[in-house]
Nanobody, 124 residues
Framework: QVQLVESGGGLVQAGGSLRLSCAASGRTVSSNIMGWFRQAPGKDREFVAAIDWRGGYTTYVGSVKGRFTITRDNAKKTVYLEMNSLKSEDTAVYYC?????????????????WGQGTRVTVSS
């Protein structure tokens, strides 16, 4: 089992920045890939970004490219999502997820472990 705990959400004005953190514990050897997803009110869960623990390879959904950056600290077993130039449409609950599969994936179905989520609200 892998436990994931997100933090860092909050209320921010449009154009502002936030950094989300996801701390992993437990059998983290089972988590090759870490991803961030988000779910806005009344919408389906959406892939945001993913990173590979070993090589640091990353992938992003097009709407956040150039604004969001996913990084990892292997020693701390923590993944970060740096969010800049935030827009009202970024408002959502952000979830951290982990999968043992090899290779980056944007499919929620591929992720086994999920955190409880952290809310991000961007005011315009």
């Amino acid at each position: 089992q892998v436990q994931l705990v997100e933090s860092g959400g909050g209320l921010v004005q449009a154009g502002g920045s936030l950094r989300l953190s996801c701390a992993a514990s437990g059998r983290t050897v089972s988590s090759n890939i870490m991803g961030w997803f988000r779910q806005a009110p009344g919408k389906d869960r959406e892939f945001v970004a993913a990173i590979d623990w070993r090589g640091g390879y990353t992938t992003y959904v097009g709407s956040v490219k150039g604004r969001f950056t996913i990084t990892r600290d292997n020693a701390k077993k923590t993944v970060y999502l740096e969010m800049n130039s935030l827009k009202s449409e970024d408002t959502a609950v952000y979830y951290c997820a982990a999968t043992s599969r090899v290779g980056l994936t944007d499919s929620a179905a591929e992720y086994t472990y999920w955190g409880q989520g952290t809310r991000v609200t961007v005011s315009s």
